[in-house]
């Protein structure tokens, strides 16, 4: 059973960057590692993925060029910095572990969240 634990989010001005931290309790270099985000009042949605190598990335459409999504398999943990922020941006993050990017299936269950707040 993987266990997550996001970190790393906060408040922060339009324009600004956040580095956000998922650690990973158990093994997971032979999986995908993914982010998504859910605001107030709104589904969860898809920001970025990577595959178990780091050879491949995916991202949302509304972050590709701000966002990027990295892992280290030694530390068991993905990262997602954050740059350019927005106020769209502001929902609380989780991550997942998957058998692949684009999975519909997810190995274990979702982390506690971190709140990212972006103020105009």
């Known amino acids: 059973q993987v266990h997550l634990v996001e970190s790393g989010g906060g408040l922060v001005q339009a324009g600004g960057s956040l580095r956000l931290s998922c650690a990973a309790s158990?093994?997971?270099?032979?999986?995908?590692m993914r982010w998504f985000r859910q605001a107030p009042g709104k589904e969860r949605e898809f920001v970025a993925a990577i595959n178990w190598s780091g050879s491949t990335t995916i991202y949302t459409d509304s972050v590709k060029g701000r966002f990027t999504i990295t892992r280290d398999n030694a530390k068991n943990t993905v990262y997602l910095l954050m740059n350019s922020l927005k106020p769209e941006d502001t929902a609380v993050y989780y991550c997942?572990?998957?058998?692949?990017?684009?999975?519909?299936?997810?190995?274990?269950?979702w982390g506690q969240g971190t709140q990212v707040t972006v103020s105009s």
């Open positions: 997942d572990v998957a058998p692949s990017t684009t999975a519909t299936s997810r190995v274990g269950s």
């Open positions: 158990g093994r997971t270099s032979t999986y995908a």
